[in-house]
């Protein structure tokens, strides 16, 4: 594999996570909003009942529009990834930990195992960033 096709692969890893998970804020902020429990989805708990809560972290509407935020910018890293920026690439790593701290929080499985592999290809694919 060359190293733009690495890096686009972990661009797509981006918006998927990106999309996958923050399209979700939208309905769970409404929600918050008018009063009612974060939405189930696919028999989960959209942002919710995870460890932010175990240890006195409510889902609120601030914290969600912040994962929200979070979510943006991973598509934005993507975005810069598939035209092999550098920006993309330090966007990316910088996010790591932001992310990190939502995916435990919330008790979201996936994002992490894409976040290593993604990690891994920019890294692989590090020389070709302009």
């Not at 889902?59 to 993309?88: H, K, Q, R």
């Not at 939502?102 to 960033?129: D, E, S, V, Y």
Request: hydrophobic share 60%; aromatic share 14%.
């Amino acid at each position: 594999m060359t190293d733009l096709v690495l890096l686009r692969v972990a661009a797509i890893l981006h918006w998927f996570v990106a999309v996958g998970f923050g399209v979700f804020c939208f309905p769970a902020i409404r929600n918050l909003l008018i009063g009612r429990d974060i939405p189930i989805v696919m028999g989960f708990p959209a942002y919710g009942r995870g460890p932010f809560e175990r240890v006195g972290i409510p889902t609120t509407v601030p914290l969600l529009a912040a994962f929200l935020m979070v979510s943006i910018l991973e598509a934005v890293a993507g975005s810069l990834l598939w035209g092999g920026y550098m920006s993309g690439a330090i966007l990316a790593l910088v996010l790591l930990p932001v992310g990190g701290v939502f995916w435990w929080g919330f008790a979201l499985p996936i994002p992490p195992i894409l976040a290593f592999i993604w990690t891994m290809l920019i890294l692989l694919g590090w020389q070709t960033l302009g």
